[in-house]
């Protein structure tokens, strides 16, 4: 998510620069049937031969069954979203050319082998997390939202965030990064389409379960289940030197890992930043940019919603200095707001209690339901605008304490499977990614026509 010549001359004239917001989407690719298959380097060799893919907004990713699609941070969200829905476009007409088809679900509900880079860094891990543990990166795509940094908090050249003692953007960055965390629970049941994993029904959020690192989560198999440092939902911090620290230790753990398993020194990755060895579902991304990526892909209308849920309450954050405490009261009543004051409940309960029935539950939980009611509150308070249609499809998942999970679990019990104990039929696990797929492409279209309206008024 590098910034624009345009951003920086902008910085340059103002304090706070308006928050910007981008997107990076990860798709399963599947044959005409309906199975995962391992065709990426094709997709991307034929973009390449068309001259469709100059900027590399679409690039490859850690499994040869999955391609990730990108766009830069825009002032607007539905900028943002209709640069991201030309590159998804460009990838589909591409798929479709070559009979392939891109699915848009956090995890593919049935079996399937999977075929991982060779690439330094990618080797190592696979060393250090297990090569059972590190097939689970491959089997799970995810939706990762960037709001770029408050001015002056980064350093471009270094690429880390700057030593800052009186400031107030470094502040406005400790409470976007606290509140992000604590909003966790909230848009990954919003966002979850992961119920199956390689045929198992796990929870209602799969991908969440077998790729965190959490002891929360209960799951030995998960990908960083041993360094949960490394992708498990970390802890609020008091300052920026506090980000900074983690940031530093994390990166002299990690090489002293890898140093403990004897690698060549020819055979070490080569990172660009001492921030590309952080996984976790928050964190300060190497582009300049605070980064939630413990979403599920999903379908393009409820990105969208949470994107802007997002931006409506991180921009009162970073524009307008408004604060985020922990507080207990905040168990009872999350998100509360006084005055320019944003209330999160305790990161051990985030984490240890609203994360877990996230992960197992979704709407089940009463208690996760009204969170996720309460923060949707919060961002229509905010929201300057009268209209906010923007939140409508939020509103009716809750209304029907129904997410695409849950839609997912409902195809599969009237397709014949209704015993989620056993295993999901490959057969009608296609039909599933098969139906999801379609409704991409109808979504992209509802979407263009929304943003045509907005501007013709």
Avoid at 371 to 397: G, Q, V
Wanted: aromatic fraction near 10%; glycine fraction near 4%.
């Amino acid at each position: 998510m590098p910034k624009t010549k345009k951003t920086r001359k902008n910085c340059k004239k103002k304090k706070l620069k308006k928050l910007t917001v981008g997107f990076e989407v990860e798709f399963f690719i599947l044959n005409q049937k309906g199975s995962v298959v391992n065709k990426a380097d094709l997709l991307l060799s034929k973009l390449e031969k068309k001259g469709e893919n100059k900027d590399h907004s679409i690039v490859k990713e850690v499994g040869k069954n999955m391609i990730e699609v990108k766009s830069h941070p825009y002032e607007n969200n539905m900028e943002s979203l209709q640069t991201l829905i030309n590159n998804i476009k460009t990838l589909i007409y591409t798929a479709d050319e070559n009979n392939l088809i891109i699915c848009p679900l956090g995890s593919y509900p049935s079996e399937f082998k999977v075929s991982t880079r060779n690439e330094a860094k990618y080797k190592v891990q696979k060393e250090i997390f297990g090569s059972r543990r590190f097939k689970n990166s491959a089997r799970a795509c995810g939706f990762h939202l960037h709001f770029e940094l408050p001015w002056g908090v980064f350093d471009y050249k270094k690429l880390e965030l700057k030593k800052l003692i009186n400031s107030k953007n470094k502040e406005s960055l400790v409470n976007v990064y606290n509140f992000l965390i604590a909003a966790d629970p909230a848009i990954t049941t919003f966002m979850q389409s992961s119920p199956f994993y390689q045929g198992k029904y796990l929870g209602k959020d799969s991908r969440m379960i077998v790729y965190r690192g959490s002891q929360e989560l209960e799951y030995p198999d998960a990908l960083y289940y041993n360094l949960p440092q490394f992708g498990a939902l970390p802890s609020y911090k008091h300052t920026g030197t506090d980000i900074i620290r983690m940031n530093k230790d994390r990166y002299k753990e990690w090489f002293k890992i890898i140093k403990s398993f004897k690698f060549s020194k020819n055979f070490y990755p080569k990172y660009k930043s001492k921030l590309a060895t952080n996984w976790t579902p928050v964190k300060v991304n190497p582009h300049g940019t605070l980064e939630q990526r413990g979403m599920d892909m999903n379908h393009i209308s409820i990105m969208f919603s949470i994107s802007v849920l997002l931006r409506k309450i991180i921009s009162a954050i970073q524009d307008d200095h408004f604060q985020v405490q922990t507080s207990d009261l905040a168990i009872k009543e999350p998100f509360k707001l006084e005055k320019k004051t944003i209330l999160i409940p305790p990161d051990i309960y985030v984490k240890g209690e609203l994360q877990k029935a996230s992960a197992y539950e979704g709407f089940d939980n009463e208690t996760l339901l009204y969170y996720c009611k309460r923060i949707l509150n919060l961002a229509k308070l905010l929201s300057k605008r009268k209209d906010n249609t923007n939140f409508s499809i939020l509103e009716e998942m809750i209304a029907k304490k129904e997410t695409v999970s849950d839609q997912i679990i409902k195809q599969a019990k009237e397709l014949g499977h209704t015993d989620l104990k056993k295993k999901l039929p490959p057969s009608i696990a296609a039909k599933i990614a098969l139906e999801h797929s379609k409704r991409l492409f109808k979504e992209i279209v509802l979407v263009e026509e929304y943003a045509q309206e907005l501007k013709d008024n």
